[in-house]
């Protein structure tokens, strides 16, 4: 049952992410998206999937990531 879900949303997003550039972003904030999807995920995985925990991570981890691109 995941499976027929996650495959289909995870084609979507691969092909949405072709899409995109990197070009006109600065280090800062490509640095916080990074953070963000890493703080996502270690947010899915440590709240078991919850929402809360997923977005509250990638909060957090975009707020990290944009802090350490503002150095660099």
Known sequence: ???????PLAILVFATT????W??????QK?????AGVGGVAGAVVTDGG???T???A???????????KQR
Do not use: E, F, N, P
């Not at 070009?23 to 800062?28: E, G, N, T, V, W």
């Not at 640095?31 to 953070?35: D, E, K, L, M, T």
């Not at 909060?59 to 691109?69: K, N, R, S």
């Open 1 to 7: 049952m995941k499976t027929r879900i996650l495959l």
């Open 18 to 21: 072709g899409c995109a550039t």
């Open 23 to 28: 070009d006109s972003m600065s280090s800062r």
């Open 31 to 35: 640095s916080a998206v990074v953070g």
């Open 51 to 53: 929402v809360l925990g």
């Open 55 to 57: 977005v509250g991570g």
């Open 59 to 69: 909060a957090i981890g975009g707020v990290i990531g944009d802090q350490v691109g």
